[in-house]
């Protein structure tokens, strides 16, 4: 059973920052994309950032020059840096691991609270 880990939600002001990370195995760090996605009350799950095993990455046009999402092989583990957040970042926050070619896999995590709020 594959598990991601993730950490660091929390409440926030806005303008403020915070960083996310998702803890995963060595492998799936290598074979696939890891991303973030969000899911605010009443709306679909977003992609928020993605990045490949050679480290491209993608982001959703509204976080774009605010979030930064990077790998940290050494610990296994993807990070998501937001800055200049605003009441609508406010979601749950989803780790994802992502293999499309075979074996192909998808897996999520329990998903993180981030509350912007003053």
């Known amino acids: 059973q594959v598990q991601l880990v993730e950490s660091g939600g929390g409440l926030v002001q806005p303008g403020g920052s915070q960083r996310l990370s998702c803890a995963a195995s060595?492998?799936?760090?290598?074979?696939?994309?890891m991303g973030w996605y969000r899911q605010a009350p009443g709306k679909q799950r977003e992609m928020v950032a993605t990045?490949?095993?050679?480290?491209?990455?993608t982001y959703a046009d509204s976080v774009k020059g605010r979030f930064t999402i990077s790998r940290d092989n050494a610990k296994n583990t993807v990070h998501l840096q937001m800055n200049s957040l605003n009441f609508e970042d406010t979601a749950v926050y989803y780790c994802?691991?992502?293999?499309?070619?075979?074996?192909?896999?998808?897996?999520w995590g329990q998903g993180t609270q981030v509350t912007v709020s003053s």
């Open positions: 994802n691991a992502k293999r499309i070619m075979y074996p192909s896999y998808n897996y």
């Open positions: 990045i490949t095993s050679g480290g491209s990455t």
């Open positions: 060595a492998y799936i760090l290598s074979a696939g994309a």
